[in-house]
């Protein structure tokens, strides 16, 4: 570095997207980065990423009432999106989709993956009961807190 030269900013967009580059170019599968008092962390390939604020987690939100959209049936939940990203009806191209209109899901089941920054995250019904509508197409972007399914609670 030249006289007068500033270092580069590890919090800089950019910066972060040449490292997240590096950490699949090597495989790894965690860096950890601090300047000065700030730090990040970077994770890759785990279920969820990893912020210094807990994640927020789908959410299962009964529907009803005039504000609800003309879709909704009462009684029925929506399973939203945690974060934003791209929404993945299947784990790869020649997969069947992880649920369909019908299927009976428990809090556990993986009803889909949210790509967020390179990061594939499984994301669970958190509720019990049945398939009713899917509100998403497969690759579609997304926003926290859009609607992904609509489940009829058993």
């Known amino acids: 570095m030249t006289k007068g030269q500033q270092p ?3 919090f800089d ?3 972060i997207r040449e490292i997240i580059e590096l950490m699949e170019e090597h495989d790894l599968s965690a860096v950890d980065l601090q300047q000065g008092d700030e730090k990040i962390k970077l ?3 785990g279920v969820a990423p990893v912020y210094s604020a807990p994640a927020p987690v789908a959410a299962a939100i009964p529907v009803a009432g005039a504000d609800a ?3 909704a049936d009462a009684g ?3 399973i ?3 974060m934003v990203g791209t929404f993945y009806a299947r784990a790869n191209p020649e ?3 992880f649920v369909k209109v019908g299927d009976v899901v428990s809090d556990e089941t993986i009803v889909c993956i949210v790509e967020a920054m390179k990061v594939f995250n499984e994301i669970p019904a958190e509720c019990s009961g049945k398939i009713v509508e899917v509100l998403v197409k497969d690759q579609e972007a997304i926003d926290f807190g859009k609607p992904m399914f609509r489940i009829e609670p058993n």
């Open 43 to 45: 994770n890759r390939g």
């Open 69 to 71: 959209d003309d879709h």
């Open 13 to 15: 967009v950019q910066r």
């Open 76 to 78: 029925t939940v929506t």
């Open 8 to 10: 580069k900013d590890i």
């Open 80 to 82: 939203n999106a945690p």
């Open 95 to 97: 997969s069947d989709s």
